[in-house]
Each structure stands twice: as C-alpha cells, then as structure tokens.
C-alpha cells in the first residue's frame, strides 16, 4: 500500500544522497519525493511516498532513522494529514478548444499562467489523486509537457476531538 | 613485557629537532595546522597506533607524524592491509582502529575493508587524503569520490573543508563510530585544508542531534521477556557478535547459568560463552552442531541476544525455528523483524539489558529438554576421520586449540578452515575469533592478525588461514618481519580453493572448474623466508605438534607454518543451500 513518510533532516548534500541510496541499495520504492527547507534553519524535510507491505515500511523507516543527520522520520500513513501536490501542466490549445479546457480547469480550481496561440499552461495544486484526474481529463487535447513537485505533507493538527 | 614494535625512524639520528615529546604543546588559543589537529585530536580520543600508506596528499600529515613518536605508525603493504589490520586491532581490542591513506587509489584500496567491518559492525576510523578543495570535481590527478564510493558501507562520513571543524568531526567520528551499533567512520581530508592554520576546537560535550541509540532496553519489554522465560519448557538462547564485541560475556554467561537455559552462538558469537561450558550446544546455522541446530528448530522459546538472523544462520526462513515465540535483544531497532518477526523485541545495549534481565528471571523447569539435547550432543558430535599418514586439517586445529588452551586471538580467513576453526577450536574467551562473518573476506585473515597482534602483545595471536585466501594479502607478511609482530600463522594448504571445491564435488558432479590451486601456488616456506619469516612445512600428522610448540617459542617476529593437508576433505555437518536447519546432512553418506 502507499505511505507518505515525512522526514526532517540536517540539511546537506551528503545526507541527501544517503536517503537515496538506501532506497536504491535496499531495493525500496520511491514514488516521489519532494524536498525544501523546513520551518528551522539548516534543517530540511522531506516528503516521501512509497509502497510495500508492513515489513518493507518497516525497515524504511528504521533505516532512515539510522541516518545520523536524520532528526524524524514519520510515517503519517495511518494519522490523519494533509498533503498537496503543485504541477504545471502545458496543453496544446487551438482557439477551438480553449473554451472546454477553460471548463476542466474552473473544476479542477486550477489557474491558467501561460498561454501562447497554440498553447496553455495550467498551474494546479491538490493532492496527488486530484492531480492525476486532472491530467486525464487534459490528454484528449494534447498534454505537451507536465513538472509536478510530489507530495509534500503535514500533520493535521485539529482532529475534531479532545 | 618487551616492546617489540618500535616506531622510530631507523636511524634516529636523520631526524632533526626531535624533542622527546615532538611538537612543542600548542596553547589552547594558538593556531595549528589541520595535519598537526588532526594528530593532537587523535591522541586525544586515546589512539596508540594507526596504520597507514603515505602519499602526495597526506605529505603535511606525515610530517607531523615525524614528529610525534608518541603516536605510533605502522607502515602497511597495501591500503586493504591496512584497513583489516585496523580492524583486527579494534576487535581485539575493543577501542576503534584507525588507518589513514591517501586519495583516490589509496582510498579506493581501503573499499573491502571497509565494507568487511560494516558488515560486522566494527568501528574503524578510516582518514582518507582528498585533493584540494578547489580542485574536486575536475577529475583532478588521484581524485576518487570517496565518500560517494563508501557511502552505503559507512555508519557516516565527513568532507572536511574548515580547518576550524576538524577537531570536533574528528571527535564526532568515534563517538560514532563506537556508540550504538559500531560501525566504520570515514573523514575525507582536502590537502589544503590539512596544511592550512586553525584552531582546535573540542565539543565539550558529544551532543549529535538525530544520533541518540537507545541504550537501556523498555524495562516493561524485559518484564514480559523474563515471563516468557519462566514459563518455557523448550528454551534456547541464540547468541551473536553483539554479545561478543559488546563486551557482555560475563553478563550472559551470568544468565545462561541462573536460567540453566542452553545457548548456542553464531561464529560471531563463538567465544561468548566457553566452549566446554555444559549449557554450551556450540554454533549454529549451515556448518553448526546437531544438537544446536536441532535445538533451535524445535524450540518453544528463542531468545536471540546480539544476533542478527542471518541466512547463513536461518537457513530457509520458512523452515527456520517455526514452533517458538521469540525474544529479540538488539542495539539496532533495524535489525529487529527485518528477516524473522519477533514476538518481544527488547532495543538496547546487551551489556545494560541482560543484567536486568538475569534479575527477573528463574530457573525454568525444563530437565526433560536439556537431557534431550544431552542425547543429541552424544550421539551427534563433530567428528572426522582421522588418518597417520596424512594431516586432517581439522587435526591441526585441535592441535592448535590444544597448545594455546583455547586462550589465543584466532583469526581466520574464509573458506573450509575458517568453519573447521569454528568447529574444533575450543574457545574460552570472549573477543578471541576474529573472522569476516558477514562478508566472508578472503585476505582478511592475516593482516587482521598483524592489528590484533600490534592491539594486544599480551595474548597469542594465530592465523588460520587457506592457500588460495593467504595469498590475497601475503604481502603484509613484510610488515610483520619489519615491526617484529609475533603472529602465528598456519596456512590449511589443501592446493584447493577449498570451500568452493567442496560445492563443486557435491553439487556439480566433481567439476572443479577454476578451484585447483596447486600448478600456480608459491612455495610458501620460502616465499616466507624472502619477507625474512621463519618458515615451516609441515607433511605428517606426527610432525604438527612439534612445530606448534616450536612456533609457540618464536616471539621475536611471525611464524609461517605451511600444513599440507588431505585435498579433499569437506566440512560436515552441513545445511545446503535453501534447507532449512532441521535438513541437515551429517556426512558425504
Ligand atoms: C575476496 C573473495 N573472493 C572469493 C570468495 C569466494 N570464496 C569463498 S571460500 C573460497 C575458497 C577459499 O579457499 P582457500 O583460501 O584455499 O581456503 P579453504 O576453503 O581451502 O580452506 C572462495 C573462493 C570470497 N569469499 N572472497
């Protein structure tokens, strides 16, 4: 199953490249990543999903924990959070179709932050699942390029209770 | 004891100004060179010896070391060499070992090395030369990534480019590299950096945010773990390294013999607890005892302390121990349901959870279960044929167990003698087998007996090694002559890549492809007496006991003694591979 994992970390290079080479080395998955400094300087976090059953996450997040410039690692999987993805998503457009693409993009509440004759560029945030419709519903007209960031996830702090 | 390992310049007259202490001692606010903090900080951490390999980048380092008698270097053959000597000196020893090389071929040389003590969790400082800072990246001459190349084989490692950090990574390192579940550290060393002036800077204390291992196991874990004790009719503790290099002999041997439970090691663990000791069923795993692995498969209770569940331990996992409920006491929260899932996992140090684990527990009744394992171990010892007029090469270790009481350092190499050590050496000490268990490192064996050697003058030191391994790293035989380094070596000559010959006979038909060794082997008697080594061959089963007891007077330098042993016998019992412990096969019948 997928897990959104949240990792805090001193940031530096050196540190970077362990975490991606115990997923490479151990053969774990990485289905994205996405990482920026966090609220403190010279720490970064890092949001990472991933797959596999209870045993794999296991050893994910044990490893990762034996990282020494690692500070936290949390598995946010099984608590309640919220999680975004930001992509840019260029589609071609003739005027003939701007008007339906114009459509999908008020539903989705995405914003249009480039156009050109022959084509738009969309800016939408969601989760990854909302990103994922979105691009869908967009490949009839011609997706020409996407760059999306990955998740990137925190802990929902209210929980309705207490 | 005599100092047999000097450090001097041969002739000490070529030196100029050296002073009894060297360097003049740098007042705390006055700037020094990297090179001379990188000395002062390893004196300060309690480092005696260091091996290394100069080169271009390490030329400011070296000329410190000139001048600093006090710290002694002891020049290797070859960056592997050195590495393992490293290594042997810190499982001896039980401080961290350290070696310093050069940049690119020099580091890349220390690789093996390092990947062997990763795997056995041994802690190493490995100090690596770099170019200048400026010019990493632009494939400079002996330019290697170093610390990309180790990165999965390291606990951490360190690029150094403030001279003003030097001194607290260096700090940093050992408490790493020795706190937790040990493990190599490597600092990476810009020549500029070396020679330019800093100050040394010390942590007062070692704080390393996100490093913080768990030392004292969750005491309401030891309660549940001491019931399930108490109330086992089939017990069996399943011992590994940790407890062994964790320094918590005594506190298992205390255990085991409150609890009256039988224990059983892996070949990381031999040494533990006495080999003779009643309750000891002697290793486990694909070349361990009847009683041992049968032990373990039909247990109701595992009680797996310092180990790590290792294949070679497990045999096929589905097969592996399926009746038992399991306790697992580990330093490494990762190491804890990775293969096998433990019902009570306890994180901590062996040396602190044991102890309060002995407090809780009783003396389960188990009488039935331990006459079980009598009757097994009766009528299932280790044996072989012995024969008068060829040496069995597992009569050249009972011979050596012998002579040495079971007391000496004995480290192996990989291949049949390393499990026929692991068989019929009979250990009584703990820190006393040092082998490459998770590796399996041909050419370990003898450099790490020249470390532990130089570690520790006080305790013999034997090398058992093959014909085909030795000569992965025969070179360091100079270095043993050079530095006078008492090591015994008996080479288990049997012309064959041994172990490998042996899968070859009993699961490809005899179809020894590329495992003959005897056309291309040296003469190793006079190959030893080039280095200057006294040399012995040894061709009749009368004739090894008293060249043991001649080797055992030669304490002035290394003693090389070829044993030419029957070619092809095996190693038995055994579980091949993908059987599980419980399908093991006694003997080529
Ligand atoms: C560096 C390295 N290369 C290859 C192997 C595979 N291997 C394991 S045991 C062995 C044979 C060792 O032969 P020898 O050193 O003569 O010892 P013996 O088994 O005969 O006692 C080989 C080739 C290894 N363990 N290490």
Redesign the pocket.
């Known amino acids: 199953m997928k897990h959104t994992i949240s990792v805090t970390f001193e940031h530096s290079f050196n540190t970077l490249s362990r975490i991606a080479g115990l997923f490479s080395g151990r053969g774990f998955n990485i289905d994205s990543i996405s990482l920026g400094t966090a609220e403190k300087e010279g720490l970064a976090r890092m949001t990472l999903t991933t797959r596999g059953d209870e045993r794999i996450i296991e050893q994910i997040t044990k490893q990762l924990n034996k990282l020494i410039n690692i500070i936290k690692v949390v598995d946010l999987t099984f608590e309640p959070f919220v999680e975004r993805e930001l992509a840019l998503i260029k589609v071609s457009a003739s005027p003939s179709v701007r008007m339906e693409i114009m459509q999908i993009v008020s539903i989705f509440r995405a914003k249009i932050i480039d156009i050109s004759p022959k084509s738009l560029t969309i800016e939408l945030t969601g989760s990854a699942d909302k990103v994922n419709a979105s691009i869908s519903m967009l490949k009839p007209f011609g997706i020409i390029e996407t760059a999306r960031t990955g998740s990137v996830a925190l802990r929902r702090e209210f929980q309705g209770k207490t | 004891m005599e100092r047999a390992i000097v450090n001097k310049a041969e002739n000490p007259d070529e030196k100029p100004n050296s002073t009894e202490t060297g360097f003049p001692v740098q007042p705390e606010n006055e700037k020094m060179s990297g090179g001379e903090i990188l000395i002062c900080a390893l004196l300060d951490e309690g480092v005696d010896t260091i091996f290394g390999f100069p080169g271009g980048v390490l030329l400011h380092i070296y000329d410190v070391i000139y001048h600093k008698p006090e710290l002694r270097h002891i020049l290797i053959k070859h960056e592997q060499g050195g590495t393992h000597a490293a290594d042997g000196y810190a499982r001896a020893t039980g401080k961290a070992g350290v070696v310093l090389v050069t940049s690119g071929p020099g580091a890349t040389n220390t690789v093996t090395g390092i990947a062997t003590a990763f795997m056995d969790s041994i802690p190493l400082i490995i100090l690596t030369g770099q170019v200048p800072f400026a010019m990493m990246g632009n494939d400079a001459f002996q330019e290697a990534d170093i610390i990309g190349v180790t990165r999965p084989i390291t606990k951490h490692s360190y690029l150094v480019r403030d001279v003003n950090e030097l001194g607290r990574v260096v700090q940093e390192a050992f408490h790493i590299a020795t706190t937790g579940k040990p493990g190599p550290v490597l600092i990476d060393l810009p020549k500029d950096m070396v020679a330019q002036k800093g100050y040394y800077n010390r942590l007062k204390k070692m704080k390393i945010r996100g490093y913080n291992p768990v030392k004292n196991g969750h005491f309401h874990q030891i309660v549940k773990a001491a019931d399930a004790i108490n109330k086992a009719k089939k017990p069996v503790f399943y011992v590994g390294g940790g407890v062994n290099f964790g320094n918590a002999s005594a506190e298992l041997t205390e255990l085991v013999e409150k609890s009256n439970i039988p224990v059983t090691t892996t070949l990381m663990g031999l040494g533990a607890v006495r080999s003779d000791h009643p309750l000891n069923l002697g290793m486990l795993g694909m070349h361990g005892t009847w009683a041992a692995n049968m032990a373990v498969s039909e247990c109701d209770l595992l009680i797996a302390v310092g180990s790590r569940f290792d294949d070679r331990v497990t045999g096929r996992l589905n097969g592996f121990s399926v009746k038992s409920k399991k306790i697992h006491i580990d330093i490494d929260p990762a190491s804890i349901s990775k293969n096998v899932t433990v019902d009570i996992p306890i994180v901590g140090d062996v040396k602190n959870v044991l102890p309060k684990l002995t407090e809780l527990v009783e003396r389960p009744d188990i009488s039935a279960w331990l006459q079980k394992l009598d009757s097994w171990k009766e009528a299932h010892p280790l044996k072989y044929a012995h024969r008068d007029d060829t040496i069995m090469p597992q009569y050249v270790i009972e011979k050596i167990s012998e002579i040495t009481n079971g007391d000496a350092i004995v480290v192996t190499?990989?291949?049949?003698?390393q499990m026929w050590t692991a068989q019929f050496y009979k250990f009584n000490r703990p820190r006393s087998l040092l082998s490459s268990g998770g590796l399996?490192?041909?050419?370990y064996g003898f450099p790490a007996a020249v470390g532990a050697a130089v570690g520790r003058p006080d305790r013999k030191v034997f090398c058992i090694?093959?014909?085909?391994?030795?000569q992965?790293t025969s070179m360091e035989l100079a270095t043993a002559v050079k530095y006078k380094i008492p090591v015994k070596l008996a080479i288990?000559n049997?012309s064959?890549?041994?172990?490998?010959r042996q899968w070859q006979q009993l699961f490809f038909d005899k179809r020894y492809s590329h495992t003959y060794?005897k056309d291309s082997n040296p003469d190793f008697v006079k190959l030893a007496e080039s280095y200057g080594a006294t040399a012995f061959r040894i061709q009749r089963p009368r004739e090894v006991v008293p060249t043991l007891q001649k080797a055992m007077e030669i304490k002035n330098g290394p003693v090389v003694m070829d044993f030419i042993v029957a070619k092809e016998a095996n190693v038995f019992p055994m579980v091949p591979a993908g059987a599980a412990l419980y399908e093991m096969i006694e003997d080529e019948n």
Not at chain 2, 413 to 417: I, K, S
Not at chain 2, 496 to 500: A, R
């Open positions: 190499d990989v291949g049949q003698h399996g490192t041909m050419g090694a093959g014909d085909g391994g030795f992965m288990i049997n064959f890549l041994g172990m490998v060794l």
